[in-house]
């Protein structure tokens, strides 16, 4: 009997350590399951990020024809001076106007963009970027006057490339954590400061070729198809969706972060947005004021040649805007913007002789070119960042259209007195000694701006662990577990 009991005893144990290791050879299964789908989900949404930001990226190219504009003065003057049937009858000193207007137009549509790109979506604001770029092309297409031309290029394709522009950023930054705010708008608006590289040559032979008119024409036609298309890849993260990666302080001490999510009317109240806002106007107006020049003023020294310093200078442009994104994720984005507008102060400073000099070398001003466009292309990068930093990315679209309107109304000021100047001194000193006196002005103000202030709403924990993300806008939700499939499901639908 004794022995009967001893023997069932140990079957008993045997089964119990066979029952256990199933149990922990499921359990080992079920995490190998879970880890698998976490990584492919996690793939998914990589991939997902980066089409969204290649996608901004495409439509900028499209969109950065505004930094050609001097190939297409070059022309209308020439035809000016040539005069005949058909010919543009213009004043030399408004030669500037329609592009003056565009950036004018361009920076104020951004508030009206940013707020439909809150509300309905990139898919939808970028393609209405590219139905009125295409439309204000094909206007100017047919028409010589003035004040079509103004309309057409400076209004529409304006406002066209505003909304374009305001929806290419803000989908892009959602998809990544914090920590790579910087590279991701670098990428995203370098498509614009790129675009010359491949416009500027293409904008030569087909001048040369078909004439401006039909240019139009062939750019209007082409870049709405092109923005139209891509806009349909622009899309928002789903509801509950936090980017992976997010190693901000706050994150890795597990403390809660404060909200940091200003309405528009909050953000203009700050001393901070003025300041910010006369630093954009000095940063772009200036750098704007030369790449609406910049083909007149290498034509000196590099006749027909003139627009490879467009192109180079569009290289130098872009290479700003991601370098500058990079830098400032490492050591700050006021030390990078005080460096940068010093850096083209001096540079304008020391422009000066080689503009004024009847034999001017071509190298030189080619590099005088590449890095003024390099300094000015960093403005784009850097203050889409500062934005997000200060003011959140609930209302980003909107803020960021309300302190880009400096943007504009610097290339408004700076271009239009450059221009007249140019024609009344017949040279560009007075222009580059204002902009290197403001350059210099303008690092003064970044490195008195005060490092930036969490706002905190009383009763609010701002917990990205517990779903309150950047990616849906900083709402409050439910602490409570995200269906991954849901959000899977969302993601591959668009």
């Not at 302080?249 to 403390?255: E, H, L, P, Q, V």
Request: charged residues 15%.
């Amino acid at each position: 009997m004794a022995q009967t009991l001893f023997t069932k005893s140990k079957i008993f144990n045997a089964i119990g350590v066979w029952l256990l290791a199933i149990g922990h050879q499921k359990h080992k299964i079920n995490n190998g399951h879970r880890l698998k789908e976490d990584e492919s989900m996690s793939e998914t949404i990589k991939n997902k990020g980066w089409i969204v930001t290649f996608a901004g990226t495409g439509i900028n190219l499209a969109l950065g024809i505004l930094y050609t504009w001097s190939i297409f003065k070059g022309a209308i003057e020439k035809s000016v001076k040539g005069g005949g049937e058909g010919a543009f009858n213009w004043d030399i000193a408004k030669l500037n106007d329609p592009y003056s207007v565009c950036c004018l137009c361009f920076a104020f549509s951004m508030i009206i963009a940013g707020k439909c790109q809150d509300k309905i979506g990139p898919r939808v604001t970028a393609f209405l970027g590219g139905i009125l770029v295409g439309l204000g092309l094909l206007l100017i297409s047919q028409t010589s006057n003035y004040f079509i031309w103004v309309i057409g290029f400076g209004v529409l394709a304006g406002a066209g490339i505003g909304f374009g522009y305001s929806a290419a950023t803000p989908p892009a930054l959602k998809w990544f954590p914090p920590s790579k705010t910087g590279l991701i708008a670098g990428l995203v608006v370098a498509g614009f400061g790129l675009a010359s590289v491949y416009i500027a040559p293409l904008s030569e032979y087909l001048l040369k070729t078909f004439g401006i008119h039909n240019s139009m024409l062939i750019f209007g036609i082409s870049f709405l198809i092109v923005v139209c298309g891509l806009s349909t890849l622009m899309v928002n993260p789903p509801a509950g969706y936090v980017p992976n990666g997010d190693d901000s302080s706050s994150s890795k001490k597990g403390k809660p972060a404060a909200q940091n999510d200003f309405s528009p009317s909050e953000m203009i109240k700050t001393p901070t947005f003025w300041i910010m806002w006369a630093i954009y106007f000095i940063g772009a107006g200036t750098g704007l004021m030369v790449i609406g020049s910049v083909a007149g003023m290498a034509k000196k020294s590099m006749g027909e040649a003139a627009f490879v310093a467009v192109a180079i200078m569009a290289i130098g442009n872009a290479g700003g805007r991601i370098l500058a994104g990079i830098v400032s994720d490492k050591v700050g984005r006021n030390v990078t913007l005080a460096g940068i507008l010093i850096f083209q102060a001096v540079l304008m400073l020391s422009a000066i002789p080689t503009m004024n000099a009847q034999e001017a070398s071509a190298i030189l001003v080619v590099l005088l070119a590449t890095f003024i466009g390099f300094n000015y292309g960093a403005n784009l990068s850097l203050f889409p960042s500062l934005t997000k930093d200060r003011w959140g990315l609930k209302s980003f679209g909107i803020n960021y259209g309300i302190l880009f309107t400096a943007w504009g109304v610097g290339g408004f000021v700076m271009s239009r007195m450059s221009q007249m100047l140019m024609a009344t001194t017949g040279s560009y000193t007075s222009s580059f000694v204002i902009a290197g006196i403001m350059l210099c002005v303008g690092a003064v103000l970044t490195m008195s701006l005060q490092p930036k202030t969490a706002k905190v709403t009383e009763g609010v924990i701002f917990q990205p662990q517990l779903g309150l993300t950047m990616a849906d806008g900083g709402e409050k939700v439910k602490k409570e577990t995200v269906n991954k499939e849901q959000i899977r499901e969302k993601i591959n639908r668009g």
